[in-house]
């Protein structure tokens, strides 16, 4: 398969749109965009999210016990746009700021999950990140998704009928 059809099919699929971060034992701060957030357990609570080994910030996250994902709001997107950028400062704005587990968060995320690092695997170019959930934290705002190389948003539809609820035998959407 050529690597450019595989990207095109990909780009097709609508992704949250994350900040993960951490901070090292000498206290330097780490962060890059990504899209590729999950969840993967309720029983433990685990998410992973993916980075490319090639990254300026994989040997720090390689290295963490803990990490932080952000979850970016609508309006976010250029947050998202600086920290996927590189040789930068990606934290010079000073909108990240200590958040769970004294992480550096962003107060008006969407979502922010805090992880102790459960596994690192490796798969293909990318390392996965398996991360242990020990706090979440929600905020009222729409999430910013990732698609066909633009952001967006969700756009709500309309819950199903009690009807269809039924046919498919669910008891609650």
Do not use: Y
Not at 25 to 32: I, K, Y
Request: hydrophobic share 45%; aromatic share 6%; net charge negative.
């Amino acid at each position: 398969m050529e690597a450019a059809d595989f990207t095109r099919a990909m780009a097709r699929v609508p992704g949250p749109v994350t900040v993960v971060t951490t901070v090292d034992a000498a206290g330097t701060r780490s962060g890059f965009t990504a899209s590729s957030f999950s969840s993967v357990s309720l029983d433990p609570p685990l998410v992973l999210v993916c980075l490319d080994r090639a990254a300026s910030t994989h040997p720090a996250f390689a290295a963490a016990d803990r990490f932080l994902v952000n979850v970016l709001a609508e309006g976010q997107e250029a947050i998202a746009l600086r920290f996927a950028a590189s040789g930068i400062d990606r934290f010079a704005a000073g909108d990240l700021k200590p958040c769970e587990a004294g992480m550096p968060g962003l107060p008006d995320a969407c979502a922010r999950v805090a992880c102790t690092l459960h596994a690192l695997v490796e798969a293909g170019d990318h390392s996965i990140l398996v991360g242990r959930v020990e706090q979440a934290h929600t905020r009222d705002r729409p999430p910013l998704v990732h698609c066909d190389h633009a952001f967006s948003r969700p756009v709500p539809v309309a819950r199903p009928d009690e009807e269809l609820l039924s046919a498919l035998h669910l008891t609650e959407w």
